[in-house]
């Protein structure tokens, strides 16, 4: 219960500093005349503990990484190196070792080794962290095992892709509900790569504030859409289907590409709800299929009006987004970004999309060629980062990420 102090009780009322009554107030005049508030003022602090969630840790050991299999925090880091010239197999098996044991320790609420903060890392909140390897780690690794989808996608004709937000040799992905605990993971993971690996970029976003929405609530991407509705729970057989890798050193990892996709909001806001709504095929409200009342119900891409037209555009986001193929079908992984106008770069607003799927080939490639073709929401939204990473599986207690090809 968080308890309140009342102006007669032990703190000042407003009405006492309006009305300039010093006594009510509790303010105290000094010897030189100045005025300043007494400590009595200070209203008490709470030892209400109802609802806290700093405490929560997702267990870092495992098949798979648990940034994969946990449902993702509220805020997230994906921050990205490059291997400095000359690095060998040992210096990168040097690095997962560091990695593996700050992500252990961290995850777990406990600082890292040589830590000069760890009172940052006392609330994990469903800290995750979760390694990825570019083509040139994988390179480095085993060049004889490097898969044919890890390395840049074939260029689409809607991207306008920057290299500041692009590729990258590997990729740590941090994510929990408190974006404290998130700056200081991404820290000490950026400061135990120093002399083997420099940072290349890092973009954050956030999703909805841990006990804003009952639990298992959609998220909302930044045009007001509720955004991840097909996807399955993770303990679900589908899930598993879509995402995990089941052969080879990368049985139990997966495969993340991440784009960074601008949405234009100055041009959103000049379509109606009708257009907006047309342009995804679901409703704005509950995240309905236009053929449907609720977010779960499966759209009809049958249906038609009574003029024969298609209830849900041929051009719609959904139906040029889901493959006939079920077994093509990707799970989405999104984090809103909102930007402000900085260093001559304008504010800038988005979705950090990441796409998991077992093969980026044959999952999500043919979609995105799909919706670079015709999609309505193109009309707003532009790719303006791209990134390819082989998600590592998980690891035992006696063991590393990346053990399975570097042990
Ligand atoms: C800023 C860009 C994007 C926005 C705002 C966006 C938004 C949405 C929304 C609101 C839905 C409907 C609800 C749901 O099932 O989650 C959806 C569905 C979907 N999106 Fe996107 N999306 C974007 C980009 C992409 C990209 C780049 C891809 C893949 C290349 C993609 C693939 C999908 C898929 C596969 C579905 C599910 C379709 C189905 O089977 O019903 N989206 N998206």
């Known amino acids: 219960m968080i308890r309140r102090t009342s102006a007669t009780a032990s703190g000042p009322s407003r009405r006492g500093f309006l009305t300039g009554s010093a006594a009510a107030a509790g303010v105290v005049v000094g010897a030189a005349g100045g005025a300043t508030v007494a400590r009595a003022a200070e209203p008490e602090a709470t030892t209400d503990t109802t609802g806290l969630n700093g405490a929560r840790t997702a267990s870092f050991h495992g098949a798979h990484q648990a940034g994969v299999t946990s449902s993702p925090g509220a805020h997230g880091t994906f921050v990205t190196f490059d291997l400095v010239e000359g690095s060998t197999r040992d210096d990168l098996r040097r690095l997962m070792r560091l990695w593996t044991d700050d992500a252990r320790r961290l995850m777990a ?3 890292a080794l040589a830590d ?4 940052l890392a006392s609330a994990p909140a469903g800290l995750t962290i979760t390694v990825g390897w570019g083509r040139a780690a994988a390179l480095l690794a085993d060049e004889s095992q490097v898969p044919s989808w890890l390395g840049p996608l074939p260029a689409f004709s809607i991207d306008a892709l920057e290299d500041r937000w692009s590729d990258g040799d590997l990729l740590v992905m941090i994510h929990a509900d408190d974006p404290t605990t998130v700056s200081h ?3 000490m993971i950026v400061k135990d790569a120093t002399s083997l690996a420099t940072e290349r970029w890092r973009q954050t976003g956030f999703r909805q504030a841990y006990g804003s929405h ?6 909302r991407n930044l045009f007001g859409q509720v955004d991840g509705t097909t996807n399955p729970p993770t303990a679900a057989d589908e899930f598993a289907a879509r995402v995990w890798i089941e052969d080879g050193w990368l049985a139990g ?3 993340l590409v991440l784009r960074r996709i601008r949405m234009d909001m100055a041009t959103w806001d000049e379509a109606d709800r009708v257009g907006r709504e047309n342009a995804m095929g679901r409703t704005l409200d509950t995240g309905a299929p236009l053929t449907g009342t609720a977010e779960h119900d499966e759209p009809d891409f049958e249906a038609v009006n009574e003029r024969g037209f298609p209830i849900i555009s041929d051009v719609a986001h959904i139906r040029r987004a889901r493959p006939d193929d079920p077994s093509r079908r ?3 992984l999104a984090y809103n970004y909102d930007e402000p106008a900085r260093g001559g770069d304008d504010a800038e607003v988005g979705l950090l999309f990441g796409s ?3 093969d980026v080939d044959a999952q999500f490639v043919p979609i995105q060629e799909r919706l670079a073709e015709a999609d309505l929401l193109n009309v707003w939204t532009t790719p303006v980062g791209s990134a390819v990473f082989a998600i590592l599986p998980g690891c035992a207690e006696d063991g590393f990420l990346g053990d399975t090809l570097l042990a």
């Open 253 to 255: 990892g997966t495969s």
């Open 330 to 332: 990707i799970v989405r």
């Open 116 to 119: 000069t903060e760890p009172e």
């Open 185 to 187: 993971a991404t820290r």
């Open 109 to 111: 609420g406990d600082g």
């Open 214 to 219: 009952a639990s298992g609530t959609t998220m």
């Open 356 to 358: 998991l799927q077992a």
